[in-house]
């Protein structure tokens, strides 16, 4: 009885501390901006809103390191290294170190600092655990603020001064997401480094949503600081606090350079000159090319019904090339600019450079069992591992492909119903003429895009603006017709093919280490079979696709003529169209605001109105059931975002010779920070248009015909997948229009994947044995882990 009373105490105390230090905390990061302290002042009950889901998690955590303490109270596995030199810094010994301890002791810095302004002494593992449990709670909060900042939600943008619940609600997943949660009841350095980088990154936030100018100096130490602290977690933070964080600060310091409205170009005919000149010096004032991510899916061509075809020659398969060119020109040709935002995270680089120098490597202590290399097969394992965790945000696809199905039976239900109409027409007819025939369609022409006819109003033929010294056929065969994707994708697989065979590289710990699940992973997948190292590019494939469609949300391009997603589009609507400056891509046309043009408006000679454009056919917008045109939960990130994450993400990890599950968390964190979010709708699913047009061209029919025309009309405009939830369950639809349903799927997969992990750990022990059949290790006891 007494122990219990004294366990649960324990639980009570370290409880009530998190919450002290989550409110601290929540205070300070608020300090700099006074409309939203004002704001929290005012409403107190939205402090404590906002401090929810990281309580929640503290709560969780601390359950979980008393569930540890009670079978597990001895140090395991990396804490045999890592608990006995806290406890050297706790008596003092500073310069006493492990050598097989290979980061720096940044851990062991701040549990003391912090124990010893909680007025703690001791440096039991219990209590060196206990930090573990504050710092995942933290990193809840700072994930809600960077998540805060990414979307816009902050007093600057919307006026409010409050975070959204998808901020919040994301926050919460990224801390339950289970390789950092479990390392939570864990004295590893993982939980740290997370949060010393995601602090880090929010004052990189708070730094780019300035309006205009150069930052403020004490921002600029405060970044150098959190970077050095950054750093002093893990060495190859490095990456995230340096490259990634300092290029989005060039990409702002690019952006706030506001070039004018360029004026367009009248190119005379074959002179490519006039066209590069004038996008080299469109480009060194600021003016670069940056689209959202979902205008460069899949292949980066911005279709739309509304647009002549050979009108649209922004290939996105260039757009990612074309964005970093463009960024390195305004970079160099304004160089002042860039330094006076980027000396911290040079100076970092400055001290990390002489760090590497002081110690003669990277690594410290253990150098012979982490030499760098080069690994490109990283690259291809952290797509499986990502969709595995992320399975739930892939939600939003299954709907919209069930929308799609609904579709198209009611499309074959319409031209069967039409085709009727027709027959009954022409037998009641007193015409001896027979009537014209119409072929039938094909099967899946209901998902094939249809090029519009231009209309009268407008020109048949835009001239594109880079003809690179070669005809203009050519450049519809090639760039248009997507002639050249078998090539690309031929060297694209022959790459793969090259990675796996030449670079396929195993550790020695992966190959004896059987208490992690990658060693089980290797053993029935890579190592099993040569040729199953080929089949998996597949998988790997297909994973890196979908991960990518999840980052991008909805996009623009829809198969099915007159298809466009209305929640893409309202997010996409003067949102990002200004950074729209590729070579390959009408000036002209985009003037004409591409995305949101109409080829019905232009038929009659007129543009329509936004109301017009969301409008569908069944007479209701559907953007009406979202946040708004200008909602910043729907907003994908950038292309320069999306690159400049995947550089620092390949730098990161090409250069580890070991899998560990542990290097993929910040690469998964930031990517899960910028995935928008989704609401139910239906995504182009509702086959009315066509019905609506079809029933229209038959209007010379009989009264009956015409009433059965009007039937399948009212049938194919409720028959979609929104409108059949609504009936059948109207309140999941209701949810689903003002929140994000998938978070709440991955919230449950994450604390399954948790609770199957924990229970494996705590009741699945095993012991080694030598080769003459006794305990090795010592007869400690081995559990199964990540």
Known sequence: ??????????????????????????????????????????????????????????????????????????????????????????????????????????????????????????????????????????????????????????????????????????????????????????????????????????????????????????????????????????????????????????????????????????????????????????????????????????????????????????????????????LAIAAISNPLRILRQIWPYIAVLLSFAGFVVWNGGVVLGDKSNHVATIHLAQMLYIWPFFLFFSLPLCLSFAFHFAGRMISYISDLQEQKTSTSSQSQSSSSSTSSRKPASHPPRKRGAAFRYTQPKPSSSSPTTTQPLLPLGISIPFLDRVLVNKSYLPYISLLTISCLFLIVKLNTLIHPFTLADNRHYMFYIFRYTIRRNSWLRYALLFPYWTALVNIRRVLAGCQVVYKKQGDECPVSRQKTNGNGLEWLNSPFMDLDMRERNIVTASSQGKDNGKQETPSDRAADTNGHDPSMAFTGPSSPELTPPTTSTEAICLVATALSLITAPLVEPRYFILPWVFWRLHVPAWRMHDCGGSSSSTSTSTSTSTTAATTTASSNNDTSTETASSTSITSWLESEIPSLVSLGQKLDIRLFAETAWFLCINVATIYIFITRPFFWYDAEGNLADEGRMQRFMW
């Not at 230090?21 to 906002?50: M, N, T, Y």
């Not at 339950?176 to 880090?200: E, H, K, N, Q």
């Not at 995230?240 to 360029?262: D, R, S, T």
Request: hydrophobic letters at 45%; glycine letters at 8%; proline letters at 5%.
């Open 1 to 326: 009885m007494g122990g219990f009373i004294g366990s649960a105490a324990s639980f009570l105390a370290d409880v009530a501390r998190g919450a002290l230090i989550l409110s601290v905390a929540k205070l300070v990061l608020s300090l700099g901006d006074s409309h939203r302290l004002r704001v929290l002042k005012d409403r107190p009950r939205q402090f404590l809103v906002e401090l929810a889901s990281p309580f929640v998690v503290l709560v969780l955590a601390r359950c979980w390191l008393q569930v540890l303490g009670s079978f597990v109270p001895e140090a395991y596995l990396d804490e045999v290294f890592h608990i006995p030199q806290a406890q050297t810094y706790c008596e003092g010994r500073y310069y006493d170190w492990d050598d097989k301890i290979t980061t720096p002791p940044g851990l062991y810095i701040l549990t003391i600092v912090l124990n010893r302004i909680l007025g703690i002494s001791s440096c039991t593992p219990d209590v060196l655990r206990s930090f573990n449990v504050y710092a995942i709670s933290l990193l809840s909060l700072v994930a809600s603020e960077c998540r805060s900042l990414i979307e816009g939600s902050s007093s600057k943008v919307q006026g409010r001064g409050i975070l959204s619940m998808y901020s919040m609600h994301t926050a919460l997943n990224i801390s339950l997401f289970p390789i950092l949660f479990f390392f939570s009841g864990l004295y590893y350095t993982d939980i740290a480094s997370t949060l010393a980088v995601l602090a880090c990154y929010r004052t990189s936030l708070g730094r780019t949503h300035t309006e205009g100018g150069a930052p403020s100096f004490l921002s600029d130490v405060l970044v150098l600081v959190l970077g050095i602290v950054a750093l002093g977690m893990r060495q190859t933070n490095v990456f995230w606090a340096v490259v990634f964080m300092g290029g989005m600060e060039v990409v702002h310091a690019v952006k706030a350079l506001q070039p004018a409205e360029a004026k367009p170009l009248k190119m005379r005919s074959g002179r490519t000159k006039d066209v590069l000149l004038w996008y080299l010096g469109r480009y060194s004032k600021g003016g670069i090319h940056d689209p959202p991510v979902n205008l460069a899916w899949p292949d980066g061509a911005i279709h739309s019904p509304a647009i002549p075809h050979k009108s649209l020659l922004n290939i996105g398969s260039l757009d990612t090339l074309i964005s970093l060119i463009s």
